[in-house]
C-alpha cells in the first residue's frame, strides 16, 4: 500500500448533520402524475428540450426521460450524452455537478435542472480553496477528481473520473510514472489505490448514502440469503466492499443483475437504482444492503437526499418558467472542459481499443 496519509487539517470532511437535509420523495395521486407528465412532454417539444436523468432519480422521470427520446445513465454517460445530443436546452435530473458538467460541456445550449439545491456530500466536502491549497503543496502530482465535485474544483484538476472509469484513469497514470493527488471521495479512492497500486494521497470526502451501508449487518442479511450476489457501489466503505461478488458504477451493477446467474441480489447502492435494475432483469429480487435505518447518523437510508429533490412538478415548473438554469463562469468553463474532455478521450479509447481486440 503506497497511500499516504492525508493532512490533518484535511482529514474529517464528514458534513455535519445539519447540512444533510431529509430525504423527502414527491407522493402525487394517479390524476396528478398524468397531468404534470403532459404538460412536461408539451413542454419538451415546445422548448426543443430534452432530458437527462440518473438511476438514482424517481422513476416517474426516468420514464418519462426514456419515453421523450431522453437518456437515463450514469455520470459517464450522462456526460457523453449531454455533448452529443442536438436539442438546445438539457433538463438534468440528478444533482448539479451534473448540470455543471452538461454545461461545462455544452457552453451554447440552455442547461435547466428541477432543483438548484441538488447537491452531493462530496462536492460540498471539497470546497475550491482548501483543496487548491492541498493541491498546492504536492506540486510534482497529477490531480485527479470524481465527478463529484464542483466546476471550480474540476478547473482546479488535471483529470476528472467517473466511478465506471477511474480505476482505468489511475492506472493509466501510473504506468507513466505519476503520483496522483485524488478527491474526494476517499472510499472510492482506497479502492482505486488498492486495484491499481498506485501512489495516492486522499482527500477525506464521502458520500453520505454510501457511507452507512453496515458490514455487521450485511454479514447477517447475507446469512439469510445464502444464493444472493452481492453488487456494491464503490463509493461504500472497503469492509462492504470486501463482501462484494460485483463492484461497479451504477451502469456496471445493472449490467450485472441482468447478465449474472443469480435471481437473488443484495445492493449496496441507492435504491433509486431498483426501477432500471427491474427493468433490466424482470423476475429477478433485489435487496437493499442494510443501513442504520433512521438514525442519529443515517439521514439517507440508501436514498440520495440531494436526488430526491427532482421531481415532476420541479421538473415542470423549471421548463414552464425557464428559472433554475445551470450558469458557470466562462474563464472556469475553459479550464474544467480540459480534465472533462482528457476523460471522454480515454474513454472512447479505450472503447475503440476494446471493440478492436
Ligand atoms: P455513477 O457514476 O456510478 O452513476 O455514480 C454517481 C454517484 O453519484 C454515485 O453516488
Ligand atoms: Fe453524492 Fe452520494 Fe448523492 Fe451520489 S448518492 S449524488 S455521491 S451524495
Not at 452531493?120 to 482548501?130: A, F, H, K
Not at 445493472?254 to 437504482?273: C, P, Q
Amino acid at each position: 500500500m503506497n497511500a499516504i496519509s492525508p493532512l490533518a487539517e484535511y482529514n474529517d470532511y464528514r458534513l455535519r448533520l445539519d447540512q444533510i437535509p431529509e430525504t423527502v420523495c414527491e407522493v402525487l395521486d394517479d390524476a396528478s402524475r398524468k397531468e404534470l407528465k403532459t404538460r412536461i412532454r408539451k413542454l419538451l417539444i415546445e422548448q426543443n428540450a430534452i432530458m437527462v436523468a440518473h438511476y438514482y432519480t424517481d422513476s416517474d422521470l426516468q420514464l418519462l426521460a426514456d419515453e421523450t427520446g431522453g437518456y437515463v445513465s450514469d455520470s459517464l454517460d450522462m456526460a457523453r450524452y449531454g455533448n452529443e445530443s442536438d436539442s438546445r436546452t438539457l433538463v438534468v435530473c440528478g444533482v448539479r455537478f451534473m448540470g455543471e458538467t452538461a454545461k461545462i460541456l455544452n457552453p451554447e445550449k440552455r442547461i435547466l435542472m428541477p432543483d438548484l439545491n441538488a447537491e452531493c456530500s462530496l462536492d460540498i466536502g471539497c470546497p475550491v480553496d482548501e483543496f487548491s491549497d492541498f493541491c498546492d503543496q504536492y506540486p510534482d502530482h497529477k490531480v485527479v477528481v470524481y465527478a463529484n465535485t464542483s466546476a471550480e474544483v474540476k478547473a482546479r484538476a488535471d483529470w476528472m473520473v467517473t466511478s465506471g472509469s477511474a480505476v482505468d484513469v489511475v492506472r493509466h497514470l501510473k504506468e507513466k510514472g505519476e503520483k496522483i493527488i485524488w478527491a474526494p471521495d476517499k472510499f472510492l479512492g482506497e479502492y482505486v489505490q488498492e486495484q491499481t497500486d498506485a501512489e495516492m494521497i486522499l482527500w477525506q470526502g464521502s458520500c453520505v448514502v454510501h457511507e452507512e451501508f453496515k458490514a455487521l449487518e450485511l454479514q447477517e442479511l447475507r446469512k439469510k440469503h445464502p444464493q444472493a450476489k452481492v453488487l456494491v457501489h464503490p463509493e461504500s466503505p472497503a469492509e462492504i466492499i470486501k463482501q462484494a461478488d460485483f463492484v461497479s458504477s451504477t451502469t456496471g451493477i445493472i449490467n450485472a443483475a441482468k447478465e449474472m446467474d443469480a435471481t437473488e441480489f443484495i445492493v449496496a447502492t441507492d435504491n433509486g437504482i431498483f426501477h432500471k435494475m427491474r427493468e433490466a432483469a424482470p423476475g429477478k429480487t433485489f435487496i437493499e444492503a442494510p443501513t442504520a435505518g433512521k438514525s442519529a447518523t443515517c439521514k439517507s437510508c440508501a436514498h440520495c437526499p440531494w436526488m430526491a429533490m427532482n421531481s415532476l412538478t420541479k421538473l415542470a415548473n423549471a421548463l414552464e418558467n425557464g428559472t433554475n438554469e445551470i450558469h458557470v463562469p466562462v474563464d472556469i468553463i475553459s479550464r474544467a472542459n480540459v480534465p472533462i474532455k482528457r476523460l471522454l478521450d480515454f474513454s472512447n479509447s479505450q472503447k475503440q481499443l476494446a471493440g478492436d481486440a
